[in-house]
């Protein structure tokens, strides 16, 4: 008989773990370590939890650098002796923490999946006790003791999404995610399906690298009709700006009459780092295809591909910690580190 799979499960706020404040009425995350009086379920599993939190769990709007760094402490610590990790998280950035960790994390051998609820666990409705559940399942799944995924996702409702590749669709409905340029990985029915496209299993021999060098200072400027050019400019004077998310319209698009090339084109001189991604949920950049898109290209914009603002905002992140020179930065964002996107010259 096979061992009984360790998982632990890492709580860091979000609504999952919320009650109302007596004062306010507001929810509030809390302690959790009352999960297991919350979830009796969770004894019949066959596996072995251990449980684990943020010093402070936070409503996800919350987040930043500073609670990834300890999520990949905890998991760094604990990567050793557990079989796959259960990060309960808020939703409204759970896209950005899975795709953070995700490039935090090279060479990820066991999975690491992210789940939350839109109800908290004690409102008798909730989604959260089945979201649990089958994220624990999801991280138990092995073939001869090796894990079924090996990468970092968010699992909700039903679904199984690359996390690096989700997006929140609804602040209501218990389907709230979505991986608009990317198929789910799985959808949990009676049985787990397993779609294709997640990173092949394999037997891993080196520990992962955890990358600790995160640098925030970036901006997302989301293209608008009428945007002022004083605004872009006002963005690229930032100090210590290093990279910006042009969020442009449709195949990646830019008003070119009042400005605005010229005051990204001064950002780019400049030595910032300038990447284009789509406001549409679907779809990719191709700069080359409109006159409009052509003008970024001609002054050394980069194309994003498919990938999400979510996720170049983090790649971002993780690239300027690492490098500080611009044209490094610039040949790492093309490459698809961690199956966050097409690249340019996929089909
Ligand atoms: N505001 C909450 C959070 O993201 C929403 C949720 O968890 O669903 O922390």
């Known amino acids: ?28 995350p809390v302690d959790f370590r009352n999960l297991r009086l919350l979830m009796p379920e969770l004894d019949r599993l066959e596996v072995e939890l251990s449980f684990a939190s943020l010093q402070t769990p936070v409503d996800s709007s919350d987040m930043s650098p500073a609670e990834w760094l300890e999520m990949l402490q905890i998991i760094d610590e604990n990567y050793d002796t557990q079989d796959g990790f259960v990060v309960l998280h ?30 908290p666990l004690n409102v008798i409705r909730s989604d959260g006790k089945e979201n649990i559940l089958t994220a624990v399942e999801i991280a138990a799944c092995n073939e001869n003791g090796i894990p079924k995924v090996q990468e970092v996702c968010i699992f909700f409702q039903s ?13 209501e409905h218990f389907n709230a995610f979505d991986s608009p340029n990317l198929p789910p990985l799985a959808q949990a029915g009676v049985h787990i ?6 990173h092949k299993p394999r037997k891993r021999t080196q520990r992962p690298r955890f990358h600790t060098r995160l640098n925030a200072a970036v901006a997302v400027i989301t293209l608008f009709p009428g945007i002022q050019a004083s605004v872009v400019r006002a963005v690229c004077a930032t100090p210590g700006i290093g990279g910006i998310i042009l969020r442009s319209f449709g195949s990646g698009n830019a008003p070119i009459k009042d400005g605005i090339v010229e005051e990204l084109k001064a950002a ?3 030595g910032i780092f300038v ?29 994003g591909s498919d990938i999400t603002a ?32 097409r690249k340019n010259d996929d089909e």
Not at 12 to 28: M, N, P, Q, R, W
Not at 96 to 116: D, E, H, N, R
Not at 193 to 198: F, P
């Open 275 to 303: 990447v284009n991604v789509t406001q549409c949920l679907s779809g990719r950049v191709e700069q080359e295809k409109y006159y409009t898109g052509k003008a970024l290209y001609d002054i050394g914009v980069e194309g």
């Open 90 to 119: 808020g939703t409204d950035t759970m896209p950005y923490s899975a795709s953070a960790l995700s490039f935090m994390i090279q060479g990820l051998g066991k999975p690491v999946i992210f789940t939350g609820s839109q109800l």
């Open 268 to 270: 780019i001189d400049g």
């Open 159 to 171: 679904k199984l999404y690359r996390g690096n590749r989700t997006v929140k669709i609804s602040a």
């Open 193 to 198: 399906e397993w779609w294709k496209g997640l």
């Open 310 to 341: 979510e996720a170049a905002v983090c790649k971002l992140m993780y690239l300027l910690g690492k490098h500080t020179d611009m044209e490094r930065v610039r040949r790492e964002f093309r490459k698809n580190l961690r199956g966050e996107m």
């Open 1 to 28: 008989m096979q061992p009984r799979r360790k998982i632990l499960i890492l709580y860091t706020g979000g609504t999952i773990g919320s009650v109302h404040d007596e004062k306010t009425g507001a929810l509030k």
